[in-house]
């Protein structure tokens, strides 16, 4: 299979799927020069690019490439956050009207999964292609991809490699190919193979090949175009008619990072922690590519190393710094719990202090959440847990959570983690509880996280469950 990679994690990904037998089109210059990849502009069967925070990746493609990639995270970077979407991409659907808002058509098209239809295009609704008023053809379009609810059209296309047949367009020409010459060719080549009531639009790779070929592909989407008309009569609502690709979020907690510093360093100087100051933006990522420079014209690694480190310190906090909570669900959803007050920081450890704003309640523990309240976390660097005690305005202790999560990771305004859904309650009578662990097991079905990982989690939460660490922490308290 055909991989495109792009991005801040571009190396260290090359070199991981050149190692599971994908091979890289349409490399950067960079990348050839690194493995020695020639010219290739053939299309991917899956495109990798960054996530807009730069936390992980996305990817989209077959699913046969994106199955195989969710399996090479899986069985290599332990902690790595894989989250499909189970809508198809550019999937064309036979779908149920099962309701409208203001704006738009509410369409079922999978048991678990609604989309919406503009209402401007109600008017292309149906065109006699189903006797079922409340029966539709739809398409899902590559807008708020990975969202709960997918944006569909009525305007259908048939997406190849090569072309695209789009129903009731003029065609066209990818805006990639600049040579104005090779446009024009194209454009008159599409008028002439086009099917009555349908464009075709080139895309980038069809100006690197032969008119035979391109006659090919736009034979193999006619057929696509017969097999849509006859399953639209056939298939019972809600239906996939015409598959599309696949769309994955890809977070890169502490450990990936750190696993994929060791795949890049085999392949380029890499300062140790590359992936997360990457991640971390701005000057510090600016002063990680100078030091980097440094390193590949020969100059000494530790030196190195130590330069860097003196100058971006000053950009990350310190004891009475604020910083922002970033609490992200195995979902995606990120909670910010609110602004924290560094403690104290170390090199191993790390605590911070939050005031509680409004009231409610402490489900694990039993207790009323008042405004006013004191929470305490505390964990040390590389631990699958943080350990966060609550007060009230007096200092009463009210009880603790120790929450299952991937390592602390510190950033210049915010520290970040994933939390992994099982909580350890410690209540102010001493008993001790374990809750939500269905939820981590739900995250395993659906394939967020692998069976390593959900492996991992179960043994942090024997450890801080046991007796003794939990007398320990009773000892503080009572």
């Known amino acids: 299979m055909k991989a495109k990679v792009r991005g801040i994690y571009t190396t260290a990904l090359t070199k991981l799927l050149l190692e599971n037998d994908f091979q890289i089109v349409q490399p950067s210059q960079t990348i050839k020069a690194r493995f020695g990849i020639p010219d290739n502009n053939e299309p991917p069967d899956i495109k990798l690019k960054d996530r807009h ?20 995270l899986h069985s290599t970077l332990e902690d790595a956050i894989t989250r499909k979407w ?6 064309i659907y036979k779908g149920i009207v099962v309701g409208e808002n203001e704006n738009a058509i509410q369409v079922k098209i999978e048991e678990d999964a609604v989309g919406l239809l503009p209402k401007h295009e109600v008017p292309y609704l149906n065109q006699g292609e189903s006797q079922n008023t409340n029966e539709i053809v739809v398409q899902v379009e590559r807008k708020r991809i990975g969202r709960k609810t997918p944006v569909l059209t009525t305007r259908i296309k048939i997406v190849g490699n090569y072309a695209i047949l ?4 003029n065609g066209g020409v990818s805006l990639k190919i600049r040579d104005i010459h090779k446009r024009a060719e194209l454009y008159a080549f599409g008028k002439k193979l086009a099917p009555e009531g349908w464009g075709i639009i080139w895309r980038e790779p069809a100006a690197h090949k032969p008119k035979t070929f391109l006659e090919d592909e ?3 989407l006619n057929e696509k175009v ?10 019972n609502a809600p239906a996939l008619l015409v598959e599309g690709l696949y769309f994955m979020d890809v977070e890169f907690p502490y450990n990936a990072k750190r696993k994929l510093d060791g795949f890049r360093g085999s392949v380029s100087p890499t300062i140790e922690g590359h992936h997360f100051y990457k991640s971390c933006g701005g000057k510090v990522s600016a002063a990680l590519e100078m030091a980097e420079k440094l390193l590949e014209k020969g100059q000494n690694k530790n030196e190195i190393e130590e330069l860097f480190k003196g100058q971006i310190q000053p950009h990350f906090p310190e004891e009475g710094s604020k910083v922002d909570v970033q609490h992200v669900k195995l979902s995606g959803a990120v909670f910010h719990l609110g602004q924290a007050t ?15 704003k409004a009231n409610g309640f402490y489900d694990g523990l039993g207790v009323a959440k008042e405004a006013g309240d004191k929470a305490v976390s505390e964990t040390k660097l590389g631990e699958w847990h943080i350990t966060t005690s609550y007060f009230s305005k007096d200092g009463k202790w009210k009880g603790t959570y120790i929450n299952i999560n991937t390592p602390v990771e510190i950033y210049p305004e915010a520290i970040r983690y994933i939390d992994l859904e099982v ?4 209540c102010s009578n001493g008993e001790t509880k374990i809750v939500d662990k269905e939820k981590l097991e739900k995250a395993l079905e659906k394939g967020f996280v692998s069976k390593t990982l959900f492996e991992k989690v179960e043994s942090a939460v024997k ?3 046991e007796k003794g660490f939990v007398e320990k922490l009773l000892a503080k308290f009572i």
């Open 53 to 72: 925070d730069l936390q992980g990746v996305v990817a989209l493609g077959t699913p046969e490439a994106v199955n195989s990639f969710h399996k090479i």
């Open 86 to 91: 189970n809508v198809s991409v550019d999937g």
């Open 166 to 169: 789009a129903q009731k367009s």
């Open 218 to 220: 736009v034979a193999r």
């Open 226 to 235: 017969k097999a849509l008309k006859e399953a639209v009569h056939s298939a």
């Open 342 to 356: 560094i403690e104290a920081i170390n090199s191993q450890t790390i605590s911070y202090s939050r005031t509680i």
């Open 423 to 426: 909580d350890v309650c410690i």
């Open 463 to 465: 450890a801080v469950a």
